[in-house]
């Protein structure tokens, strides 16, 4: 099984941490261990627990406390991972064989493109429409969730734009892909950085073909302990543990202890109120930003995520221009094309605000010597 390069992890994973500025990230600014205690986190017991090896698919208390978030769900519905992206992995690893086809939203999280090509299916892909505000294509997408189509994976809210989708429209992909008797991935991670809106609704609950993914990363802002999860049928959940057990295991002791604290309802719902408080004030400094960009700039703004779109009128390619980014202000941010869509470029809105300004001034300047604003813009 050769797999290609997944390029924007690698160019994150290579970069991010010797940037001055990494503007590349999506989830909200991370807790430090001692909001964890704050928490409720015992960190003097902690330091006397034995680092042996966790349950392999979730200590019993994590997998019941993660089923008080998902109503109708009870710990055997439940995989704990070692994130998200393993998450995703297992329920693709679990399920696809060669010569099975696969439907994948774009522009989205771009795993899920080089892992079923690995296991010998074919990727389908069908567009969101920022001219419908991200809305699906719906004549694509009955193209490509077909008889042949085994998995159908969207991200909702959606990497990268924030966008969420309408309950109508979650109706209708759950519907196509019952009618079609496809697995639906719905990778929630960002469920729970809403700027604005509402909780955004879950697609759990609404068939037996529906596989959740989520995870700690993003909403909760803990993407240190690399915790996720797998909420699905008990016979799927099941196929999954089998491949995570010849994968890494288990998840990490001291990160399901700690993922323990951050699922319980008071303190989820404390941490997710910590998001909204810093992305709402990050999106009005982030919006004016881009307007002082001036003209050929623009971005709709997300409803959740720490995620700034923004398209920009150059025929400068975005992997090109993020390049330049780059090695001119040792900053990073992520190119468009690596989620499937040219022409964008995705901003880290999480950030500290002084961190945040440092770093759009960078990219500004950057943009500015290369043509794309003109000196007086903002001025």
């Known amino acids: 099984m050769k797999i290609e390069v997944f390029e924007m992890e690698r160019m994150q994973s290579t970069w991010e941490n010797v940037v001055d500025f990494d503007m590349s990230e999506s989830g909200v600014l991370p807790v430090t261990l001692r ?24 200590t019993p208390e994590l997998r019941e406390a993660l089923s008080k978030v998902y109503p109708g769900s009870g710990p055997d519905n439940f995989e704990v991972t070692n994130g998200t992206s393993e998450a995703n992995y297992l329920a693709a690893l679990s399920q696809l064989r060669e010569g099975d086809e696969f439907a994948l939203e774009v522009p989205n999280y771009m795993q899920l ?27 694509e997408f009955e193209q490509a969730v077909n008889p042949r189509t085994r998995m159908v994976y969207v991200s909702n809210p959606n990497n990268p734009t924030g966008a969420v989708l309408g309950e109508e429209s979650m109706r209708r992909i759950v519907e196509r892909c019952d009618e079609m008797d496809a697995w639906l991935i719905a990778d929630e991670v960002y469920l729970g950085a809403e700027i604005e809106a509402d909780r955004t609704q879950s697609f759990w609950g609404m068939s037996d073909r529906v596989i959740v993914t989520s995870g700690l990363s993003k909403a909760y802002g803990i993407p240190g302990v690399r915790i996720g999860w797998i909420v699905g049928p008990e016979d799927l959940v099941a196929d999954t543990w089998s491949q995570h057990d010849s994968l890494t295991i288990c998840p990490s002791k001291l990160s399901d202890a700690l993922a323990c604290i951050a699922v319980r309802q008071e ?24 307007e002082d960009l001036g003209e050929g700039f623009s971005f709709v703004p997300p409803t959740a995520g720490a995620i700034g779109f923004v398209r920009y009128a150059s025929s ?45 001034a960078r990219l500004r300047a950057e943009l500015q010597a290369g043509g794309l604003v003109a000196a007086a813009a903002g001025a």
Not at 40 to 47: K, T
Not at 267 to 290: E, I, K, M
């Open 267 to 290: 303190n989820r719902d404390r941490l997710y109120a910590r998001g909204r408080q810093l992305l709402q004030r990050s999106l009005a400094s982030f919006s004016r930003w881009v």
């Open 35 to 58: 909001e964890m205690t704050e928490l409720g986190f015992d960190l003097e017991r902690a330091l006397d627990t034995p680092l042996t090896y966790s349950q392999s698919n979730g």
């Open 316 to 360: 400068t390619p975005s992997l090109e221009l993020c390049q330049q980014i780059l090695r001119n202000q040792s900053t990073l941010v992520v190119p468009g094309i690596h989620f499937g869509l040219e022409g964008y470029l995705r901003i880290w809105l999480g950030a500290r605000p002084e961190y945040m300004a440092e770093g759009l």
């Open 113 to 139: 493109w080089g892992v079923p090509r690995s296991l010998g299916a074919k990727v389908n892909r069908f567009h969101l429409r920022p001219d419908r505000g991200w809305e699906p294509d719906w004549d």
